[in-house]
Structure formats: C-alpha cells, structure tokens
C-alpha cells in the first residue's frame, strides 16, 4: 500500500509518452492493475508505471548506508554507499532537481535493460532501490578508478596497450548501446569510468540521463529534430549546429575521447583545435609523437594507427 502511494505520487509529473518505453508492451496483466484504475490522456502509460514499480520494487533507507560524496553535477549528486550490515560498496546518484524527475526515471528504465561489461550496471533489479526524501535516487555498481578524465590527468603511466585496451573498451559499449537502437548523446572522457583491478584498467560506459533512441531519418519519416544536448568539447558540428543527427553523433565524441587518450591532452578546443572537417591531425600527431619518443618506447605505429582512427571519427564531411 505504501508502495502504491509513492508511485502515484512521483509517476503524476511524468510524460505519458516515455521514448525508452517498449510501445508493443501489453497493459500488464491482472498481477499489476492500472493506476487506480483511470486512463485519461494525462496519466502516465502503464509501461512507465511498471518501469517505476520495478525500480522501487525493494526499498531501502538512505540510513542503511554510509555516505560519502564523490562528485555532482548539475542534474544530481554521486556518493559512494557502503551497507552497513552486509558492507556492499555501491554507488548512489540522487536526483537534486525536480524538473529532472522524469530524466532520472528514463535513466533508471534503460539501464534496467542493458547488460554489458562496458556499460554501467544498475543494482536496481537485484534488490535494492531507494527513494530518499521522496527524491528518487538509485543504486549503481561502483567503479574504483575514477573516471577517465581524471585518470589521462594523472602523472600515472599509461603504456599503449593500456591506451588501447580503454579505448577498445569504450568502443565496445558504445557499440553495444547502439545495437540497442539506443544513442548516448553526452559520450565524454567524464562519462567513461575506470576500473583497476591488480593493475588492469578497465572502461565502462556511464551516465545515460541524455540518452535516446536512434531516430529514423530514412524516406517517408517525419524528420523531427531532436533538441540540442551534451557537452560542447565533445558535441558534433550537427548538434551545434541545430541540425538533424543520429549515432554519429556518439562516433564524433569517441574519437575526440581518442585524441584525448592518445595525446593525453584536454579535449578543450584551444589544446585540440578543430578544422572545417574535423580536429587538428597535426597537433594530434605532434602530442602523440612526443608522448612516445619522451617515454623511450618505440610504439609511434600504434599511435599512428590511432590518430588515424580518430580522424576518422572525427571528420565531418
């Protein structure tokens, strides 16, 4: 009954068109009756109200973890929880603003259905789920390394089969969502996290609240532009642009996302210029040049090899 009432009162804002919902999903059955029984055009789709009720399906107080804050911004804050009976480490994203609402629910929705080693894993459908001052907040599993931004700011060496490894990693979630029908559409080195175990670093894709299904653009469709979203550093020109996009635009972010791997330089414009048809090659190449002669490894092939693939990425005609 408690249950029921926090879903009525957090699924009452929502849209009643959720673009990460299945539209062939039945009504739900008998075992999940419609919201007190009313389908007005207002209320919310029962595919959405059966997402919220999964999500929050086992409850959990924000007094059943310690807390500490590991980073925020502007839609949420994130904090490392540990269980303080069974010592599970986890992380927990609260949504600090209410317009957000919505977002955060469609977050939750996709990440309940993917399932990937490159793409963050949400510890909702295990059991645990929390709703903190009725904010709705959810359980992430943690990663230990930070995310890669910080790790290609750090002084720690990172040898190119480790370069590589990361950068094969991101590639293969991403290619992962998009088979999916779903694009990330704020893919960055912020949103990549690392994870090192015994010295092996790993990359996960993270933080799905601007993400989308890939819109069709082909003949006789109804070519709707979607809105302008994601990060400046790693937007492509067509987003900026206002024009209209799809994955590619995901493809653009990834190979900046390279550039930054391979030069370990920042992907603000003023240290990786673009051109009218895509990032600078030779301040790429300069970086990458440097960072192996003044390592003392004779690997500039593979950075080669990889600039060439960033450009690619990168190209926008």
Known sequence: ???????????????????????????????????????????????????????????????DFFCEKIGSGFFSEVFKVQHRITGQVMALKMNTLASNKANMLREVQLMNRLCHPNILRSLLVISFSCIVFFVLSFLLQYINGGNLEQLLDSDLYLSWGVRMGLSLDIARGLQYLHSKGIFHRDLTSKNCLVRCDNGVFTAVVGDFGLAEKIPDYSDGAEKQPLAIVGSPYWMAPEVLRGELYDEKVDVFAFGIILCEIIARIEADPDFLPRTEVGICALCVFGFGLWVSVSSGHSSLHLSTSNIRLSLQCTITI
Do not use: F, K, Q, W
Request: aromatic share 4%; charged share 25%.
């Open 1 to 63: 009954r408690h249950l029921n009432s926090v879903l009525h009162t957090h699924t009452m804002d929502y849209h009643a068109d959720c673009c990460l919902c299945d539209p062939e999903e039945g009504d739900g059955g008998p075992e999940e009756p419609p919201l007190h029984g009313i389908h007005a055009p207002n209320r919310i789709r029962p595919s959405s109200y059966r997402a919220l009720r999964s999500a929050v399906s086992s409850l959990a107080r924000i007094d």
